[in-house]
């Protein structure tokens, strides 16, 4: 099992930008897809962004399509997340995910490796 831990959060105001990393212990995330996942109050888990093992392959919410980039530093066991233009309704906890399968990383209970999340909160 793979822990993660997530850092970068903060209060920014809308328009600004924050990057999310991800750091991983136990095992290499060279072995897995990672995700990005977030969750406002009241509202269930949403997928975000999904990255291959290799960076070969990205993929992006509709909602932070141009806005959002994820990438990853296999030698560094990271993952990041850059968030640009930010908008209040992006205001949530960020969760970093880990799946064998880049194909399951869309849903959240396809998800068995998580982060404990690190809030984001954009003021208007």
């Known amino acids: 099992q793979v822990q993660l831990v997530e850092s970068g959060g903060g209060l920014v105001q809308a328009g600004g930008s924050l990057r999310l990393s991800c750091a991983g212990s136990?095992?290499?995330?060279?072995?897995?897809?990672m995700g990005w996942f977030r969750q406002a109050p009241g509202k269930e888990r949403e997928f975000v962004a999904r990255i291959t093992w290799n960076s070969a392959y990205t993929g992006y919410a509709d909602p932070v399509k141009g806005r959002f980039s994820i990438s990853r530093d296999n030698a560094k066991n990271t993952v990041y997340l850059q968030m640009n233009s930010l908008k209040p309704e992006d205001t949530a906890v960020y969760y970093c995910a880990a799946a064998r399968s880049y194909g399951n990383m869309i849903r959240a209970g396809n998800v068995n490796n998580w982060g404990q999340g690190t809030q984001v909160t954009v003021s208007s």
């Open positions: 136990g095992r290499t995330l060279s072995d897995y897809a």
